[in-house]
């Protein structure tokens, strides 16, 4: 079973950038699709983008786009989110998961079957 791990999180100034990473220790991270969600205390996990495993297209929710750039690193089996002008609406647990099915909906968490436990971020505004 596919165990995702989460890093790069933490307290950061508002308008700074911020990297977090996602591995899968022994897995080719490639061959799935990873997406990247967020969730605040009390309410619904929310999609952030996804990076489809056979295109390598991505899909971005309106609130990052232009901020916030799914990809990853071949030679290292790791998935990145990079936030740039982070704000304090932006804080939350981030987490990534993955599925290695053909999805139709890649910001919706239903359709990923792998998740990781989780980096904090937050912003200080």
């Known amino acids: 079973q596919v165990q995702l791990v989460e890093s790069g999180g933490g307290l950061v100034r508002g308008g700074s950038s911020l990297r977090l990473s996602c591995t899968a220790p022994g897995v080719i991270l490639e061959n799935f699709t990873v997406g990247w969600f967020r969730q605040v205390a009390g309410k619904e996990r929310e999609g952030l983008c996804s990076?489809?495993?056979?295109?390598?297209?991505?899909t971005y929710a309106e609130p990052v786009r232009g901020r916030f750039t799914c990809s990853r690193d071949s030679a290292t089996h790791t998935a990145y989110l990079q936030m740039d002008n982070v704000k304090a609406e932006d804080t939350a647990l981030y987490s990534c998961?993955?599925?290695?099915?053909?999805?139709?909906?890649?910001?919706?968490?239903?359709?990923?079957?792998?998740w990781g436990q989780g980096t904090q971020v937050t912003v200080d505004s």
């Open positions: 998961a993955t599925t290695a099915w053909l999805i139709r909906d890649p910001l919706s968490p239903k359709e990923y079957n792998r």
């Open positions: 990076l489809e495993s056979y295109d390598l297209s991505t």
